[in-house]
């Protein structure tokens, strides 16, 4: 394992569960680790994992700091022994609170900073076991200057977030370009398929995009690969602008639709262009369905 870059084992363990091992019918013969699988070995790839009875899920709120400084955010990092021990996190409230109304406490009580919550700038959702996650990110400011103790505190680039072991919360907060099907951090982010034609989908998709508010169609063509629609997103709270690319073409009998969105500036898109993602697949869904 990398020492420098721990993350990168943990995401190519993941997205080996995601794509080639997974619950039910696993590609086996595509495996690179098929030589070493006992469960390969001894034919019982298909027989496994065994069933078990699943600990009914628990709706958790998490509210995070989110306090920049230029372009960097800054993190904390966990205490040993925790749930995630010594990861670096944005600080936020623990999976026993309510949220909002327990941010200022929980983080001067766990780590010892005094914030000033804001404005709401993002909402996601995350699961960790049976915990469902809904994630709150308010901006915010600190009321004291940062102690200076780097093995606890440190503000970091978008790079930094991405080599150093941070939570996969965290990890979202550093994304600015969200593809469908691409982005391993949103993998609810899906391409959606129809029965209609690809021409009534491009329809419903300009009609999506003129009902929807603060968005803008910017172009639309079609060529060999398809349609492709470009249109603009603008943040009212921000005034932030995000460029959405969404492509339609024909694969057998369904029409399927990859939206792209990418953030037009900034290092840090606060999960918006996954909501972007996610509002304008919801509204085309509720029109083409």
């Not at 995401?11 to 680790?33: D, H, I, N, S, Y």
């Not at 500036?265 to 869904?285: C, H, S, T, Y």
């Amino acid at each position: 394992m990398d020492r420098e870059a721990p993350g990168e084992w943990n995401q190519a363990l993941m997205e080996l569960g995601a794509a080639v091992c997974t619950p039910r019918k696993p590609a086996c013969p595509a495996c690179p680790l098929r030589a070493h699988c006992r469960a390969w070995s001894l034919g019982l790839a298909e027989k496994l994992p065994e069933g078990k009875t699943r600990r009914p899920p628990v709706e958790v709120t998490v509210a995070a700091a989110l306090i920049q400084r230029g372009d960097c955010l800054l993190l904390v990092r966990r205490e040993q022994g925790r749930l995630m021990g010594r990861m670096w996190e944005v600080p936020q409230t623990s999976l026993e609170s309510h949220g909002l109304p327990d941010l200022v406490r929980e983080v001067e009580e766990r780590h010892g900073l005094r914030v000033v919550p804001g404005a709401l700038a993002v909402r996601a959702r995350h699961a960790i076991t049976f915990r469902r996650i809904r994630l709150e990110g308010y901006r915010a400011w600190l009321r004291q200057a940062l102690p200076a103790d780097p093995d606890r505190f440190r503000w970091a680039s978008p790079e930094e977030v991405s080599r150093l072991p941070t939570s996969s919360m965290t990890k979202k907060l550093r994304i600015n370009d969200v593809q469908t099907g691409r982005t391993p951090e949103y993998p609810d982010v899906r391409v959606h398929e129809y029965a209609a034609s690809p021409e009534k989908v491009a329809q419903a998709a300009k009609e999506v995009l003129g009902r929807l508010p603060g968005w803008t169609l910017v172009g639309a063509g079609q060529g060999a690969a398809g349609h492709a629609i470009q249109a603009v997103h603008e943040t009212g709270v921000f005034l932030l602008k995000e460029d959405i690319t969404i492509q339609i073409r024909r694969e057998g009998a369904r029409t399927r639709v990859s939206v792209r969105s990418r953030s037009q500036v900034g290092p840090w898109d606060l999960g918006q262009n996954a909501r972007n993602i996610r509002e304008f697949l919801a509204a085309l869904d509720a029109l083409v369905s």
